[in-house]
Nanobody
Framework: QVQLVESGGGLVQPGGSLRLSCAASGFTLDDYAVGWFRQAPGKEREGVSCISSSDGITSYADSVKGRFTISRDNAKNTVYLQMNGLKPEDTAVYYC?????????????????WGQGTQVTVSS
């Protein structure tokens, strides 16, 4: 069964850190680009970061550049999102998604597989 499972979300104070994990089962994740998206209440889903499949090129939304780092561990079939310097505006449900192809599409609909999401809340 093809599945993506996110974990690592939670409640953190402003300035704190979290590391999200996206574990794949039923397929080889390093054949896919993996994107992290987030959706806050009342807002559209937005792209946060992505790592391509073949060359490992990473990209970030302007709002998280310098604070978030995406990486992958092919041996564990897992992609991570290290989030430092968290702000209240980072509060959202975070999703990972997998895309079979070159590069990292901007549009969520291009991604074939999605996880169920993990809640990140940044609040004092």
């Amino acid at each position: 069964q093809v599945q993506l499972v996110e974990s690592g979300g939670g409640l953190v104070q402003p300035g704190g850190s979290l590391r999200l994990s996206c574990a794949a089962s039923g397929f080889t994740l390093d054949d896919y680009a993996v994107g992290w998206f987030r959706q806050a209440p009342g807002k559209e889903r937005e792209g946060v970061s992505c790592i391509s499949s073949s060359d490992g090129i990473t990209s970030y939304a302007d709002s998280v550049k310098g604070r978030f780092t995406i990486s992958r561990d092919n041996a564990k079939n897992t992609v991570y999102l290290q989030m430092n310097g968290l702000k209240p505006e980072d509060t959202a449900v975070y999703y990972c998604a997998a895309y079979l192809g070159y590069g990292c599409p901007r549009e969520p609909r291009e991604y074939a597989y999605w996880g169920q999401g993990t809640q990140v809340t940044v609040s004092s």
